[in-house]
């Protein structure tokens, strides 16, 4: 099963930036696509922003555009969140997803931002808190 380590959350005030990282312990075979998901408390865990592994086709969930851009260093294995301009309510546990198949990457594309939380390895979280 794939190792998945996040870091870089922290308390920021609304307005600031943070930068969130993954690091993977591999890229199984049938890995199209990873990203980030958040779940804030009291509500389900939703998609983020998403890259494939080409690194040619990204996706945002709309409150996020404009705003977070996702990279990767894939020779490394990292995975990155930059979280401009952040706001009270990106306020959230931030997960790192991975490996995510083809049919699941789909359905991310497609805007479905939840998913069954067996279809991914995930990390053990980051929090991200951004006060008024």
């Known amino acids: 099963q794939v190792q998945l380590v996040e870091s870089g959350g922290g308390s920021v005030q609304a307005g600031g930036s943070l930068r969130l990282s993954c690091a993977a312990s591999e890229f199984t075979v049938g890995t199209y696509c990873w990203g980030w998901f958040r779940q804030a408390p009291g509500k389900e865990r939703e998609g983020v922003a998403f890259i494939n592994i080409g690194g040619y086709s990204i996706k945002y969930n709309d409150p996020v555009k404009g705003r977070f851009t996702i990279s990767q260093v894939n020779d490394k294995k990292l995975l990155y969140l930059q979280m401009n301009n952040l706001k009270p309510e990106d306020t959230a546990m931030y997960y790192c997803?991975?490996?995510?198949?083809?049919?699941?990457?789909?359905?991310?594309?497609?805007?479905?931002?939840?998913?069954?939380?067996?279809?991914?390895?995930w990390g053990q979280g980051t929090q991200v808190t951004v006060s008024s």
């Open positions: 997803a991975a490996p995510l198949d083809f049919q699941t990457c789909r359905l991310l594309y497609s805007g479905t931002w939840y998913i069954s939380p067996d279809r991914a390895s």
